[in-house]
């Protein structure tokens, strides 16, 4: 389990970024924000059709932040071929900015990944991904957002989380 710092009403993660998940107001403005397909993803559960994904080519330096909130969830040094249609990561950027909860939807039984910061759908997690973690982190392109490296990190929730 990986220690988080609270300092006042500030959850922050080992990396430093704040983890306060976003109060009534900020969530319905984050929310208003998405499409349709993003709201069906993020907020209902939902899957992209494999291989359809924006961002599963997706190949420059940089940082995968998760759509709804910004947190950084993946870099793209972690990113590797699967051949699921999803992108898909050895590991996140830190632990705790991924949750992971037992999912036994459809009759199967899964390992849901969810943003730490505001419990968004992100996909599942899978026990046969390369080394060095044997992870495969499946994730729907459209609860991401890339930034490339040096850029600006969205920053919708105004946490001044820094750069990519």
């Not at 900020?26 to 359809?52: M, Q």
């Not at 994904?53 to 950084?72: D, H, Q, S």
């Not at 039984?109 to 495969?136: K, L, M, N, Y």
């Amino acid at each position: 389990m990986t220690d988080l710092a609270q300092t006042s009403e500030t959850l922050r993660s080992p990396s430093g970024y704040d983890l306060t998940p976003p109060d009534d107001a900020e969530r319905a403005r984050l929310e208003a924000d998405l499409n349709a397909e993003e709201k069906r993803v993020l907020l209902s559960h939902g899957t992209e059709a494999p291989f359809c994904g924006t961002l599963l080519g997706e190949k420059r330096a940089g940082v995968f932040c998760c759509r709804e909130c910004g947190l950084p969830l993946f870099r793209s040094g972690t990113k590797f071929e699967s051949g699921t249609g999803w992108p898909s990561f050895t590991q996140p950027v830190d632990d705790s900015h991924v949750h992971e909860i037992r999912d036994t939807s459809y009759g199967m039984v899964r390992i849901e990944t969810q943003c730490a910061r505001c419990g968004s759908h992100q996909g599942h997690v899978f026990p046969d991904g390369p080394p060095p973690t044997g992870s495969r982190y499946c994730i729907n392109s459209v609860a991401l957002s890339f930034v490339a490296e040096g850029e600006a990190l969205p920053d919708p929730l105004h946490r001044g989380d820094g750069v990519a």
